[in-house]
């Protein structure tokens, strides 16, 4: 596997603006880098080898740096709400929460992966294969 992280915090604060993921500590960054990489990992089932890519490929730590920037934003995000900081108001049977466009969590789907990633996907391997052979 290529050596980790393939990003760094600095790349992912340079890529944002988004005040909340600036603000992040590098401690806190490293490890949503590391779960962008492991699910980067996970979704095209390829390690990334040092023998077939010397480079981690540009598309890749794109997808990374995506990734680690919407784990970051959904992590200060919950923060948030946790704390009370959100807007809240409840009539009778009907209450509502308003968010800042920042703290709305994008789904992994909607950040367009595929198209960065797909290239790079890797058949999974369909299990154990017996064959019997016998004589005729």
């Known amino acids: 596997m290529a050596s980790r992280p393939w990003v760094t915090p600095t790349e992912v604060k340079a890529y944002t603006e988004i005040k909340a993921v600036k603000e992040r500590t590098d401690d806190k960054l490293r490890v949503d880098i590391s779960r962008a990489e492991k699910y980067v990992i996970k979704y095209t ?3 990334f ?9 540009s598309d890749v730590k794109n997808a990374v740096i995506l990734l680690a920037e919407n784990y970051a934003r959904s992590a ?3 923060s948030r709400s946790s704390r009370g900081e959100n ?14 466009s ?11 992966l595929g198209y960065l990633l797909d290239e ?3 058949e999974k391997p369909r299990g154990n294969i017996i064959l019997r052979v016998t004589k005729l």
Do not use: H, Q, R, V
């Open 45 to 47: 089932n390829n390690t």
């Open 49 to 57: 080898s040092d023998t077939e890519y010397p480079l981690i490929p």
């Open 76 to 78: 200060c995000a919950s």
């Open 87 to 100: 807007k809240s108001e409840t009539f009778d049977d009907y209450s509502y929460t308003a968010y800042t």
């Open 102 to 112: 920042a703290e709305i969590s994008e789904e992994k789907g909607d950040l367009d």
């Open 120 to 122: 790079f996907k890797k």
